[in-house]
Nanobody, 124 residues
Framework: VQLQASGGGLVQAGDSLRLSCVASGRTFSDYEMGWFRQAPGKERRFVAGIMSSGGSSTVYAASVKGRFTISRDNAKNMVYLHMNRLQPDDTAVYYC?????????????????WGQGTLVTVSS
């Protein structure tokens, strides 16, 4: 499956932003999907994950829980990350990824495909 992320940009603290990731090539609904982020000088870290069936089967990193929401539309081959109350610490390149292993959704080593990344910059 090929992935392409978009929607990043420069925003101010407290603003909202929605990232999108479109999939092509394979049956999108076969994959669990995740969002990761990599801040300058840091490792890539898990942000949110959603089960292949979507709905309420989601998990979040503690740092974003309550502010970010992951969702998907299997009919459109899309996964989204809705980000509210953004903070400067949320500044990073955000990546969408696809995996078949829900139990390891938080671990990037288990992902089989990645989007190219989209930069989110939050100014204070």
């Amino acid at each position: 499956v090929q992935l392409q992320a978009s929607g990043g940009g420069l925003v101010q603290a407290g603003d909202s932003l929605r990232l999108s990731c479109v999939a092509s090539g394979r049956t999108f609904s076969d994959y669990e999907m995740g969002w990761f982020r990599q801040a300058p000088g840091k490792e890539r870290r898990f942000v949110a994950g959603i089960m292949s069936s979507g709905g309420s089967s989601t998990v979040y990193a503690a740092s974003v829980k309550g502010r970010f929401t992951i969702s998907r539309d299997n009919a459109k081959n899309m996964v989204y990350l809705h980000m509210n109350r953004l903070q400067p610490d949320d500044t990073a390149v955000y990546y969408c990824g696809a995996t078949r292993d829900w139990r390891m959704i938080r671990f990037d080593s288990r992902y089989i495909s990645w989007g190219q990344g989209t930069l989110v910059t939050v100014s204070s």
